[in-house]
């Protein structure tokens, strides 16, 4: 790989939005919150197809549906904002620039977001289209073209573009 990162490592620092080196602070933070993210998880698959398991004697797409939507909002709900608050307390996500490249970092972000927003909006614009197709049975012509289809992608598509600006520019900080 390039400058000797393995895949691993580049996925973890996709994933954990680090910038910068992955050196050894980088390294240990992010396998410590791994582990602890594991721990809390541990209880939830271990316990959760034991329920589902007695739950099924009732009914057994309820036993599915009850475990998959347990195990979806354990991970949305405590989960995710565990990575997020331990990678921003472990600095993990900081992004350092120097005082006269700060005007640019911040154009930069702008024109981030910008992308982001019009990715977004296309994506739940075809999104829509073809959920709208598969199960309402219309014509994928006729969501493509329909005005909610179109003013929700809109609005999806600036909403996401301002949650992640927002974002990157809290992550920024200044270089001492």
Known sequence: MVNG?????????????????????????????????????????????????????????????????FDVAFITIVICPYLIAASRRAHLTDHEVSVQDLPAARKHILWVSLGLAIYFAVFMYLEQAFLGTFFDGRLFTQELVSFANISGAIISGIFFGIIMGLTYWVRLKKQQ
């Open 5 to 69: 990162e393995n895949l691993r490592d580049k996925l973890v620092k996709h994933f954990f939005n680090i910038t910068g080196d992955f050196d050894e602070y980088k390294r240990q933070e992010v396998n410590r919150i791994g582990t602890n993210a594991f721990f809390m998880c541990l209880p939830v698959l271990l316990l959760g197809p034991v329920i589902a398991l007695l739950w099924q004697t009732q009914s057994a797409y309820m036993a599915l549906i009850g475990l998959a939507g």
